[in-house]
């Protein structure tokens, strides 16, 4: 079992940035996959971004450009670098890993201001 804890949500103007954090624990070994979702007020939770164990990422096109997803295997700590930020960003933002099963954080509060 795999234990995330995010943080570094918060309030930002448009065009700023911010940067999230999700702490690993416990059978982080057998984390094949990590990634960042959100869910926006009314919407679905909708994948942003991915990175494999190898290194391989995947953004969703509409933070292309703008996103970064970086991970720290010594901290055990996976990033999501947020530039040029936009009102649309305005979501809570969900860590998630797969490792044989998946694992989910408690989400921090992303809100872009215009």
């Known amino acids: 079992q795999v234990q995330l804890v995010e943080s570094g949500g918060g309030l930002v103007q448009a065009g700023g940035s911010l940067r999230l954090s999700c702490a690993a624990s416990?059978?982080?070994?057998?984390?094949?996959?990590m990634g960042w979702y959100r869910q926006a007020p009314g919407k679905q939770r909708e994948l942003v971004t991915t990175i494999t164990s190898s290194g391989t990422t995947y953004y969703t096109d509409s933070v292309k450009g703008r996103f970064t997803i970086s991970r720290d295997n010594a901290k055990n700590t996976l990033y999501l670098q947020m530039n040029s930020m936009k009102p649309d960003d305005t979501a809570v933002y969900f860590c998630?890993?797969?490792?044989?099963?998946?694992?989910w954080g408690q989400g921090t509060q992303v809100t872009v201001s215009s």
């Open positions: 998630w890993a797969y490792s044989g099963s998946t694992s």
């Open positions: 416990g059978s982080i070994f057998s984390i094949r996959i």
